[in-house]
């Protein structure tokens, strides 16, 4: 089973326009979308695509919180949902102009450490083959540990952690050695406070993951595909493949949903990061998140990944 936790889960409202963003002005939208977002969502929905057992869990509060759950109901996707009083999830609006989305995010919702709690629960009953992804943004006021602070309450379980997250609360769950931590380009540079322009400017510092307590760092790296470093010393990079990006939001969640798929029925981590990136490609070549079809025959397309030295 792989559980995903979305902390901080939104409304995402996607809006295309035709004509550049004008800012002081009117705006007025060509295409509307409201979706259920969040990054542990997002992953949860790619592993159904590939018919692995998964199970989300997050934080719902008012309006946008119903919504939120009426969407993922109609998933069929399993939810055990904590409901917090007197708050509303928050809204995340995606302008996408020109093959370009501008995003304006939400803060969220903010827990107790008696929610906290009982989100630890109701993710005990998870231990050795399971898999729990810590993905996204953390609760509103919670400390940068608040994901370490989880993992460490959860660790004498066995459970292996997935971990999304960019800025001091990787650098915080890295001390609890996760199975995979996932940054893109930008997160990373937010971990060490770097300029990286290119994959191959990446390189030291996806090591430095694995120096930090990373058992795996997937960091992906959009049109130019993926580096996978392991705690053996080993790196791998394969290329994205060619195709029309429609919507590069989600791509990274998509990488990591199709790489963990892999991983939990026992593929080769090189067949698991060749999985994660067809799965992300082939949602960034989609409206929304790839369905099975469309990630199986990306995956066909894929060359074996090259082992860097």
Request: proline share 5%; charged share 20%; hydrophobic share 40%.
């Amino acid at each position: 089973m792989i559980a995903t936790v979305t902390m901080n889960p939104a409304v995402d409202y996607t809006v295309l326009l035709e004509e550049p963003l004008q800012c002081g002005a009117v705006n007025r939208t060509t295409h509307e979308r409201i979706t259920a977002g969040g990054k542990g969502v997002n992953v949860s929905l790619i592993l159904q695509q590939l018919e692995i057992p998964t199970k989300v869990y997050g934080y719902l509060s008012g309006t946008t919180g119903t919504m939120i759950a009426e969407q993922l109901q109609r998933t069929q996707i399993p939810t055990d949902w904590i409901i917090l009083p007197n708050q509303m999830n928050r809204i995340n609006l995606k302008v996408k102009e020109n093959k370009t989305v501008t995003e304006l995010n939400g803060k969220g919702v903010s827990v107790s450490e008696a929610e906290t709690e009982l989100l630890l629960q109701k993710l005990r009953q998870y231990g050795d083959g399971d898999i729990i992804v810590l993905a996204g943004s953390i609760p509103a006021g919670a400390p940068a540990a608040h994901y370490a602070n989880v993992m460490q309450a959860l660790a004498e379980n066995g459970v292996r952690f997935a971990v999304d997250v960019a800025g001091e609360p990787l650098h915080e769950a890295l001390a609890c050695h996760p199975f995979v931590v996932k940054p893109n380009l930008p997160e990373l540079c937010s971990v060490f406070d770097a300029e990286i322009d290119t994959w191959w400017d990446a390189l030291p510092y996806g090591r430095k993951l694995i120096e930090m307590g990373a058992q795996n760092a997937l960091v992906s790296l959009g049109s130019d595909g993926a580096l996978l470093f392991t705690d053996e010393n080993r790196v791998w990079h394969l290329s994205a493949p060619h195709g029309e990006v429609k919507n590069a939001v989600g791509s990274g969640d998509a990488m990591l949903g199709g790489f963990l798929a892999a991983c939990s029925t026992g593929k080769p981590l090189t067949e698991a990061l060749r999985m994660g990136v067809a799965a992300g490609s082939a949602t960034a070549f989609s409206e929304w998140m790839a369905n099975r079809s469309q990630m199986d025959n990306l995956l066909k397309t894929l060359p074996e990944p090259t082992e860097l030295l």
